[in-house]
């Protein structure tokens, strides 16, 4: 872990609102004691008005534009924690003030299109751009990796994943493809072969959500996963599509090995056995995951600001967050063009669009 400086890093959070996620963020900066809340921006004054006094932002540091909050501030850190449409845009605007770090909320983006642009912004400005796939430092998916990777199970060979049964790829399932690439050892995705159901053509956070989808990965050096995500109340059971997972326990993971393999329950117990299990040749073992919210105490807030002090790359960067959003839209072009699809995607546009658009003018199907 990097020498620590003695001058709190000041945050920025654009989009205080919603789900609570920016009060997530706000207490884990503010829990590793390096960090201070330095002004907050929302178009809704109530959210404004919550948020600042819960964290004690004066209110002449409470902003409704996002460029008058960063020329005025020139906060350290900037969060974007709106809705998924608003990422691109925002960090890209963002990245102008020249921020030491934008940590933006998942999805990373909308489409591989604007993921490249978020990308080559931060790259522009000296930017470290991090996306929010926080569950790499929860405490049973990182120590079941560190089981893995020491041999508990030999060599991985197969992993299944479900994703949360009322959502989509994009709300929820980034995490739930995000673990996997983790298990992989992120390595590359060669290719995926991919189904979506999107016949209600229900909506979200501002855009198309599928009713439900599954896919087939292949990784380079051999180890494939299948991952399902969504289909409650689109089955006859009316349930999802992985066996044994609810809204709290969703990422329920399998790792299939040559000599066993290890059970994560998800994000939660699920009352069905332990949080974390391995299968091996001497029998079944429990492991206690250890306390806390996160592994060994680092959340990868604590981790964007050591990076900043030492210069390592971010586990969640803007590389590694583009690498999942490309398995989440290979999935969907698997299912637009009805067949397996190679990586690198060359589409930049978002495939679920475009295969909607194309049903309803006629054009193909499926």
Same mark, same amino acid.
Not at 225 to 249: H, K
């Given at each position: 872990?990097?020498?620590?400086?003695?001058?709190?890093?000041?945050?920025?959070?654009?989009?205080?609102?919603?789900?609570?996620?920016?009060?997530?963020?706000?207490?884990?900066?503010?829990?590793?004691?390096?960090?201070?809340?330095?002004?907050?921006?929302?178009?809704?004054?109530?959210?404004?008005?919550?948020?600042?006094?819960?964290?004690?932002?004066?209110?002449?540091?409470?902003?409704?534009?996002?460029?008058?909050?960063?020329?005025?501030?020139?906060?350290?850190?900037?969060?974007?924690?709106?809705?998924?449409?608003?990422?691109?845009?925002?960090?890209?605007?963002?990245?102008?003030?020249?921020?030491?770090?934008?940590?933006?909320?998942?999805?990373?983006?909308?489409?591989?299109?604007?993921?490249?642009?978020?990308?080559?912004?931060?790259?522009?400005?000296?930017?470290?751009?991090?996306?929010?796939?926080?569950?790499?430092?929860?405490?049973?998916?990182?120590?079941?990796?560190?089981?893995?990777?020491?041999?508990?199970?030999?060599?991985?060979?197969?992993?299944?994943?479900?994703?949360?049964?009322?959502?989509?790829?994009?709300?929820?399932?980034?995490?739930?493809?995000?673990?996997?690439?983790?298990?992989?050892?992120?390595?590359?995705?060669?290719?995926?072969?991919?189904?979506?159901?999107?016949?209600?053509?229900?909506?979200?956070?501002?855009?198309?959500?599928?009713?439900? $989808?599954?896919?087939?990965?292949?990784? &380079?050096? !051999?180890? /494939?996963?299948? +991952?399902?995500?969504?289909? #409650?109340? =689109? @089955?006859?059971?009316?349930?999802?599509?992985?066996?044994?997972?609810?809204?709290?326990?969703?990422?329920?993971?399998?790792?299939?090995?040559?000599?066993?393999?290890?059970?994560?329950?998800?994000?939660?117990?699920?009352?069905?056995?332990?949080?974390?299990?391995?299968?091996?040749?001497?029998?079944?073992?429990?492991?206690?995951?250890?306390?806390?919210?996160?592994?060994?105490?680092?959340?990868?807030? $604590?981790?964007?600001?050591?990076?900043? &002090?030492? !210069?390592? /790359?971010?586990? +969640?960067?803007?590389?590694? #967050?583009? =690498? @999942?959003?490309?398995?989440?839209?290979?999935?969907?072009?698997?299912?637009?063009?009805?067949?397996?699809?190679?990586?690198?995607?060359?589409?930049?546009?978002?495939?679920?669009?475009?295969?909607?658009?194309?049903?309803?003018?006629?054009?193909?199907?499926?």
């Amino acid at each position: 872990m990097a020498e620590h400086t003695d001058r709190a890093a000041r945050v920025g959070i654009i989009g205080v609102g919603g789900l609570g996620i920016a009060n997530y963020h706000a207490e884990a900066f503010l829990a590793t004691g390096r960090a201070e809340i330095a002004a907050i921006c929302d178009v809704k004054a109530d959210a404004l008005e919550s948020f600042g006094q819960r964290f004690h932002v004066p209110r002449a540091l409470r902003f409704t534009d996002h460029g008058t909050m960063q020329a005025a501030v020139r906060p350290d850190v900037v969060l974007v924690c709106t809705n998924e449409t608003l990422h691109a845009p925002l960090t890209i605007a963002a990245a102008a003030y020249r921020p030491r770090a934008i940590l933006c909320e998942k999805p990373m983006a909308m489409n591989l299109g604007e993921a490249d642009a978020m990308i080559e912004a931060c790259a522009r400005y000296g930017v470290t751009l991090v996306v929010g796939h926080q569950r790499r430092y929860m405490a049973q998916y990182a120590q079941a990796r560190e089981l893995l990777r020491g041999g508990a199970i030999g060599r991985l060979e197969h992993i299944q994943a479900a994703g949360h049964p009322g959502s989509s790829l994009m709300v929820d399932g980034t995490h739930t493809v995000d673990l996997v690439r983790f298990y992989a050892g992120d390595a590359p995705a060669e290719w995926v072969l991919g189904q979506v159901d999107a016949r209600s053509r229900r909506t979200g956070w501002g855009h198309t959500l599928e009713d439900a $989808a599954m896919a087939h990965v292949k990784f &380079e050096g !051999g180890v /494939r996963a299948w +991952l399902t995500t969504g289909g #409650a109340g =689109a @089955t006859p059971e009316r349930e999802g599509l992985g066996a044994r997972v609810s809204g709290p326990n969703y990422n329920r993971i399998v790792l299939h090995g040559t000599d066993g393999r290890i059970e994560v329950a998800g994000d939660a117990p699920d009352g069905q056995g332990p949080l974390l299990r391995v299968v091996a040749r001497n029998g079944p073992e429990v492991v206690d995951p250890a306390p806390g919210p996160w592994h060994r105490g680092l959340s990868p807030q $604590a981790e964007l600001l050591d990076a900043l &002090e030492d !210069g390592h /790359r971010h586990p +969640l960067d803007g590389r590694s #967050a583009r =690498a @999942t959003l490309e398995i989440l839209m290979a999935v969907y072009e698997s299912a637009r063009l009805g067949r397996l699809v190679a990586l690198p995607l060359p589409n930049p546009a978002n495939p679920l669009e475009q295969m909607l658009a194309e049903r309803a003018a006629g054009m193909g199907g499926r």
